[in-house]
């Protein structure tokens, strides 16, 4: 909320978004490739978001906007981070631990 009340000043909903992006979605995914999160939990930290573009945007399809500004679901992001994680135990050495997580995690996602 205090980013949203401090971007206002720059008249750009663009700025606001990139401000989210780079300071909220941290906070909002912290740990997020370490735990195992029910479908519910990615529905209510989708939700902050929308709600973040709602109130940025006002009403219009949250859906598309997403999309036009690089915002994917909190699902794929969690996933994304969670490769991120596996694919530099593989290039730090840990080749045996990264594929086992690997395999696992498809296990579990699939």
Do not use: W
Not at 20 to 36: D, G, R, W
Not at 55 to 83: H, M, W, Y
Request: aromatic share 6%; net charge positive; with cysteine.
């Amino acid at each position: 909320m205090l980013i949203y009340c401090r971007s206002k000043a720059a008249n750009s909903e663009i700025v606001t978004v990139e401000l989210m992006k780079s300071y909220c979605l941290p906070l909002i995914l912290y740990a997020t490739e370490a735990v195992s999160l029910s479908a519910t939990d990615i529905r209510v930290l989708d939700n902050c978001i929308n709600r973040a573009l709602y109130k940025i945007f006002g009403n219009s399809c949250l859906s598309q906007l997403r999309t036009c500004l690089g915002l994917p679901s909190v699902a794929d992001l969690i996933e994304r981070r969670k490769s991120n994680v596996i694919d530099q135990l593989i290039v730090n050495g840990n080749h045996a631990l990264g594929l086992l997580l690997r395999i696992s995690c498809k296990n579990l996602f699939y």
